[in-house]
């Protein structure tokens, strides 16, 4: 006589960690082109419409402020509406093809790799750069006027249409004994203030003397400096990196092994001889949360606790490497409000054991160490997605891309997406898509 068997659906997703005869219980070794719902039910996807085809694509960004994407094709930045993404246009040009990075404050668009980096204000769909460059010095000669004989120094900013001052140009100095100091080769650039700081006699303090349009290329410096002082002196553009984010009012870039920070009030200003954070290796994430920031490096993931970068405290919270680029910022409330606070944006990555989500206070959770280990040297994007009721954060790598599911119900769920190399995705209202180094795709549903 015949008899139904029943096996246990698989609730605790994928195991790719432990060997063949002892599975965690309720999950499945693998599952490719499959979602499994959280009562561990399978759905089958239906595949991918080719949008674009082509080479050489990376680095997807969705704007839900602009509903436009952005992406990469070599070194050229590019956007377009999601409903028409072969319709483009080019945004910037980046002095290499390495990957790039966004992010989105206030309605301002940043990216960044590490040869290039830019900005889209919020009111424009003009790109421009991180800052404006220090204007060159000026060449000082005698002239008449009021100064008092002594020894005058002398340096340069310009003020864009926005009211952002530029780094300070070199210092150059000048004995002066007739009065007045005229400075020629000013720089001439439309719609832009020049101003001029200069010390008093035989001072180091330098004030504004001069504010003027920058479209004259010589004038004369007549009377003593009485202005506001210059607080740009040394300071340089926000250098580029592979990650860039905010925090407290602060932009942020990472590359290499260094954690970069803006100046207090100038977020695209950065002080090269203070605001600069040393790691060990390549960084390969960074995240900000309430109280701090992750960052991820050779040694693992630290936390850096604090409002201020100046005053961080450092605590490494793992020795799990992260996969490179991989981080995604998800509401709490999509996981399960035992392991993770339900009111706040939480960090979640992919390391070399599983996914891991980084609290505002810190801690982290590790979602599925018991099932999943990886390489420490792959690199990969994220992207939190609602698919047919199924929450997941999907990781593109450039081998097999896991999303790995939580234990409890509504938890981050758990799939394999198709082998991409180098892809990345990105979710809008028209669906989730995929970028391929052959193209732009549209993943179908179910």
């Known amino acids: 006589m015949s008899k139904t068997q ?15 005869t002892a599975l965690v219980k309720n999950s499945v070794r693998d599952a490719l082109n499959l979602d499994i719902g959280r009562e561990g039910r399978f759905t089958r996807r239906q ?18 402020s602009r509903d436009k994407v ?104 000048i004995n002066s004994a007739s009065g007045g100091i005229t400075l020629s080769g000013l720089p001439i650039k439309a719609s832009h203030t020049l101003r001029v700081y200069a010390t008093s006699a035989n001072g180091d303090v330098l004030r504004l003397s001069v504010e003027t349009s920058a479209v004259i290329s010589t004038l004369t410096v007549t009377n003593e400096s009485s202005g506001s002082i210059c607080d740009t002196q040394f300071l340089v553009p926000l250098p580029p990196g592979d990650y860039v984010r905010w925090h407290n009012g602060r932009l ?15 977020p695209h200003l950065h002080n090269p001889a203070q605001g600069i954070i ?36 450092m605590r490494h919270v793992t020795s799990c490497r992260v996969v490179a680029h991989s981080s995604v910022m998800v509401p709490g409330e999509h996981f399960p409000e035992k392991k993770v606070p339900n009111d706040t944006l939480v960090a979640c990555w992919l390391s070399t054991s599983g996914h891991a989500v980084g609290l505002p206070d810190g801690t982290i ?46 938890s981050v769920a758990a799939a394999v997406v198709e082998i991409i190399v180098s892809g990345s995705g990105i979710l809008t209202e028209d669906g989730f898509y995929l970028l391929t180094e052959d193209g732009f795709k549209l993943l179908q549903e179910s």
């Open 6 to 20: 029943g096996f246990p659906l698989p609730t605790a997703g994928i195991d790719i960690y432990s060997s063949e």
């Open 278 to 313: 040393p790691f060990v290796g390549e960084i390969s994430f960074i995240e900000s949360v309430k109280t701090g920031m992750f960052v991820g490096d050779d040694r693992g993931v630290w936390f850096l606790n604090g409002e201020d970068p100046t005053k961080f405290q």
């Open 70 to 173: 952005f992406f990469a094709r070599g070194a050229q930045l590019y956007s377009a509406a999601p409903s028409s993404v072969a319709t483009t246009a080019q945004v910037a040009v980046f002095a290499t093809s390495d990957p790039i990075d966004y992010v989105e404050h206030n309605g301002n668009l940043y990216f960044t790799n590490r040869s290039s980096a830019g900005r889209i204000p919020a009111d424009t769909s003009q790109a421009r750069g991180m800052a404006l460059q220090a204007p060159s010095a000026p060449t000082l000669s005698a002239g008449n006027g009021n100064l008092t004989p002594g020894k005058y120094g002398v340096v340069l900013t310009l003020v864009d249409e926005r009211g952002e001052e530029s780094p300070a140009s070199s210092l150059v100095a």
């Open 47 to 64: 595949g991918t419409t080719q949008l674009i085809a082509g080479d050489n694509y990376h680095s997807v960004y969705y704007s839900p």
């Open 252 to 266: 942020l870039t990472a590359g290499g092994g260094a954690l970069r920070f803006s100046e207090a009030m100038r």
């Open 365 to 410: 959770v590790e979602l599925n160490s018991d099932r999943i280990r990886l390489s420490p040297n792959l690199y990969g994007r994220s992207v939190f997605a609602i698919r047919n009721g199924i929450r997941q954060t999907l990781t593109l790598t450039n081998s097999v891309a896991y999303a790995p599911q939580g234990a409890a119900p509504n």
